[in-house]
């Protein structure tokens, strides 16, 4: 069964739950690092959190500053269901590694851009960019890792996702961080049928020692931990595996971080031909390997499509509505939304390759 990684935040009577985003068939679940640990500061520097309005509930996700203005993460941050979300709705906090309640570097949008191609059915494409109302102050931006992905590198995953599976875990106050392993087994493509190759337009990851991305962490950065300044291989897409399809009608989310499964995550550098020209950057600005042989001043760059409004009033009125939706589904101990509960999901079997129903 495939699961989106978003997590579902309410105003009132609701934690922090699955949110079915993108489409109706997938069952999207943001994911949130399990068994990791708390990034150092300035470790994942460009690491954005994502908060989507909708009234009574919101969601969150997780995203990477390329550019002052420019935000990458995953396509289903942004939809709500199969509808895509108002850039008016979304907000978007960096510069800390802690979540939105806590960090006043807060940032309207003013475009919210998925891939034209994106395929909710199939999570093709699940890649999308957020254009800011205003540069950050942030001077580190993330780099795209240009060569090929082998299965021996070091991979980590991070993002302000769930760190368990208890029904009552909500969103991580601080970024958090954990180990993956890249790997080519060929149940890869049992799991995801779209998948070819690990340098085609998802990477593949195998879960090991229970570790895992998991609700919440949707978009969220894949990076290369090995290298200075953690360039980016991927971001955080969807999970499935065996045991998922065992939650199809049990009326649960399905756990995260179970060993035998398999994570995928968006082959960013597959895609870097649409990125810069979306964002209007130059591609030796994103690449990893052109910014080891050209000066720092390359990070300057700015989206032309940005509107350089302020935005500061408008983000203001929204942050103590923001702090209390969050503050709220913190202090809850039962993990209950009625619109949330009422949303059907789909639970997506990898064998036999069906669409079977998954009511949350």
């Not at 999308?128 to 082998?150: E, Q």
């Not at 996702?161 to 875990?169: D, H, I, K, L, Y």
Request: net charge negative; aromatic share 10%.
């Amino acid at each position: 069964m495939l699961r989106l990684l978003i997590a579902c935040v309410g105003l009132s009577y609701l934690g922090i739950w699955v949110k079915a985003q993108s489409n109706s068939t997938f069952n999207a679940i943001d994911l949130k690092v399990i068994n990791g640990v708390q990034v150092q500061t300035g470790t994942f520097s460009y690491a954005a959190f994502i908060y989507s309005d909708y009234g009574n509930e919101g969601s969150a996700c997780t995203g990477s500053l390329i550019a002052p203005n420019v935000v990458v993460t995953a396509a289903h941050c942004l939809f709500d269901e199969d509808i895509e979300t108002n850039p008016s709705q979304i907000t978007v906090s960096v510069g800390s590694i802690y979540n939105i309640k806590y960090n006043t570097d807060i940032y309207s949008v003013s475009k919210s851009i998925p891939h034209p191609q994106y395929d909710a059915d199939t999570a093709i494409n699940d890649i999308g960019l957020l254009i800011l109302s205003r540069n950050t102050d942030v001077k580190t931006f993330a780099k795209i890792y240009d060569s090929s992905i082998t299965t021996d590198m070091k991979a980590t995953v991070a993002g302000w996702g769930v760190t368990s599976n208890s029904n009552t875990s909500t969103v991580s106050d601080v970024l958090m961080s954990v180990p993956l392993e890249i790997t080519e087994s060929s149940q890869c493509k049992i799991y995801n049928p779209e998948y070819t190759n690990n340098n085609g337009g998802s990477i593949c990851t195998a879960t090991q020692d229970n570790q895992d991305s998991c609700y919440g962490d949707s978009g969220g950065p894949l990076a290369l931990s090995s290298a200075s300044g953690y360039p980016l291989l991927g971001l955080t897409s969807f999970g499935n595996g065996p045991s998922a399809a065992l939650y199809a009608n049990s009326g649960q989310r399905p756990p995260c971080a179970v060993n035998g499964g398999f994570g995928y995550y968006t082959h960013l550098f597959y895609y870097i031909d649409w990125i810069a020209s979306t964002a209007s950057l130059s591609k030796s600005s994103l690449l990893y390997s052109s910014s080891n042989t050209t000066s720092s001043s390359s990070n300057s760059s700015t989206s032309s499509t940005n509107t350089l409004t302020s935005g500061a009033s408008s983000v203001a009125s929204r942050v103590s509505s923001i702090t209390s939706t969050l503050s709220s589904s913190m202090s809850r101990t039962s993990v209950v939304s009625g619109s949330c509960v009422s949303k059907i999901i789909f639970a997506l079997y990898a064998l036999p390759f069906v669409i079977i129903p998954l009511l949350l």
